[in-house]
């Protein structure tokens, strides 16, 4: 009796562990570090990936479905009928590790890096700065006459100081911008890149090769896709500049536009229970020198209802 009792705790165990890798590593901010433990884990015991599989196949409850349904349409999870074990999790194994060597290949070549949640100001050569964005990596060119930057994960803020005879470049996945000496954004995501000026001009052009590019100006952004610029627009938020200076700030906001800045700073996801709350327009200041914080000082100050599941799982309503 004594044996099957541990036995028992050791698979709750599992099982809430397994729960928090399959959230986890469906969160925009997953580290390459987390990856790289999730695939140790899953290859420790036989019963770590039964138990990953099982959790995945509880997509077909209903309760929680009701609960992560608009978590699960934005990470394109869908539930699948069962199979055989070793195929199915071979596979899921066999997609990680690509994930993961993709990641570290992309990142090996970084020369700064900053961790979620941190902030990295990054003094340059030719006396420009940089300040990296929470979970954001760098290249750094400055040899043979060029200033260039790449960059290759997340976002970074550019003080650049003027050299009429060598352009400051920065290339990132959809784009390349070019400026003289001014003070901008960029912010890689995964579908398309987005350019904003504080002040000054820059030119924004679509890929690496450089064509037909799009003049910014004092505040002033532009969006890049896939084979597509967008139309320069002005800054209209103070929201997804504010971090600069420590905070993120949000005038006539929604709930879930500020959320989502303060997921970018911590580790896992936040669902809404009630999809009302996403429209709810609310204004606000929060430090960002405790980015753990940020959501329980959000629920005090707007008097929300904010459901802590685990260290990475939050449900709002």
């Not at 690509?98 to 941190?118: H, K, M, P, Y």
Request: aromatic letters at 8%; proline letters at 3%.
């Amino acid at each position: 009796m004594k044996n099957n009792i541990l036995d028992s705790d050791l698979n709750d165990i599992i099982d809430e562990k397994a729960v928090e890798w399959f959230i986890r590593l469906r969160a925009d901010n997953v580290t390459l570090n987390e990856k790289i433990a999730f695939n140790h884990w899953l290859e420790e015991d036989v019963r770590h990936s039964n138990a990953f599989y099982d959790i995945c196949i509880i997509w077909e409850d209903e309760d929680l479905l009701r609960t992560l349904k608009k978590s699960a349409q934005k990470y394109n999870i869908a539930p699948k009928p069962r199979k055989k074990l070793f195929p199915l999790a071979l596979a899921a194994s066999v997609l990680l590790v690509v994930g993961v060597l993709w990641n570290t290949q992309r990142l090996l070549g970084a020369d700064q890096i900053s961790a979620v949640g941190e902030r990295k100001t990054i003094q340059l050569e030719d006396g420009s700065t940089a300040m990296l964005n929470t979970d954001s990596a760098v290249a750094i060119h400055m040899d043979k006459g060029q200033r260039l930057v790449e960059l290759l994960k997340g976002e970074a803020y550019f003080d650049v100081k003027p050299n009429l005879d060598r352009p400051f470049v920065v290339r990132s996945d959809h784009s390349t911008t070019r400026v003289l000496g001014t003070q901008f954004f960029v912010h890689r995501s995964s579908d398309s890149d987005n350019v904003s000026v504080v002040s000054g001009r820059v030119e924004v052009s679509e890929g690496l090769n450089w064509k037909k590019p799009v003049v910014l100006r004092d505040n002033e952004s532009v969006t890049v896709f896939d084979n597509q610029i967008g139309q320069p627009q002005k800054i209209a938020s103070t929201l997804a500049t504010s971090w600069i200076n420590g905070f993120l700030v949000y005038n006539n906001e929604t709930l879930e536009s500020v959320i989502n800045q303060i997921n970018r700073y911590r580790s896992g996801i936040i669902v809404f229970k009630d999809d009302s709350l996403r429209t709810l327009r609310i204004n606000g200041r929060l430090s960002l020198r405790e980015p753990h914080d940020m959501l329980r000082v959000l629920q005090k100050t707007m008097d929300l209802k904010m459901t802590f599941l685990t260290d990475w799982v939050v449900i709002v309503g």
